[in-house]
């Protein structure tokens, strides 16, 4: 059974630091690039970064470039995206998304909100 699991969004302060980790199973991890994505009301889903399938190469959003750093692990199956100097504008649903290499197979995960708010 294939599954993207996220874990750590909520509620920070404008300036804060949140974590958000995305938990693959179900498939060969390794074998997929990973992106997260975020929707904010009203908006279209857009890219916020990406990482490559040995993590050696990344890209981000300019809006998020300098704040947030995307990260993984293959060992734990898992992506990370860190997320510093958090804005009031950075308030969304966040989604990871894993994409094989080689073809359209790709999977996203449920979302999970991050409101910046004071």
């Known amino acids: 059974q294939v599954q993207l699991v996220e874990s750590g969004g909520g509620l920070v302060q404008p300036g804060g630091s949140l974590r958000l980790s995305c938990a693959a199973s179900g498939f060969t991890f390794s074998n997929y690039a990973v992106s997260w994505y975020r929707q904010a009301p009203g908006k279209e889903r857009e890219v916020v970064a990406g990482?490559?399938?040995?993590?050696?190469?990344?890209n981000y959003a300019d809006s998020v470039k300098g704040r947030f750093t995307i990260s993984r692990d293959n060992a734990k199956n898992t992506v990370y995206l860190q997320m510093n100097s958090l804005k009031p504008e950075d308030t969304a649903v966040y989604y990871c998304?894993?994409?094989?290499?080689?073809?359209?197979?790709?999977?996203w995960s449920q979302g999970t909100q991050v409101t910046v708010s004071s």
């Open positions: 990482i490559g399938t040995a993590g050696g190469s990344t």
């Open positions: 998304r894993a994409a094989r290499i080689w073809d359209s197979i790709m999977y």
